[in-house]
């Protein structure tokens, strides 16, 4: 970074995400459609998502520690951060990824 530029704000940081769900359930639904939301009105362009069907890769869940769907994982920017849930309470996630004070 050069000299006198300011460090990243979260928008320009890459945030990736990985959305642990079960098949077409109703809370997985839920929570692909928040996650979608969120970002795209605060990270537009700045994110990725992949998506795990423990239906279908039980296996990579429980390698991940992950034993409850929906189970939202970011792994970038660290920390890691696990949400679980339907990412429902928008101002609670915000504020755990840390996109929102």
Not at 10 to 35: D, H, K, M
Not at 36 to 57: A, N, P
Not at 58 to 79: H, I, Q, Y
């Amino acid at each position: 970074m050069e000299s006198g530029q300011a460090s990243q704000s979260p928008r320009e940081e890459e945030y990736r995400f990985t959305l642990y769900v079960t098949g077409l359930e109703g809370n997985s639904q839920i929570a692909r459609r928040n996650l979608k939301d969120i970002c795209e009105e605060y990270l537009k362009g700045h994110y990725s998502i992949g998506e795990v069907d423990v239906l279908q890769d039980f296996d990579t869940a429980l390698k991940n520690g992950v034993f409850v769907s929906p189970t939202l994982v970011l792994t970038a920017p660290e920390p890691k951060v696990t949400i679980v849930g339907n990412l429902g309470n928008r101002e609670k996630v915000l504020m755990a990824l840390r996109i929102k004070a």
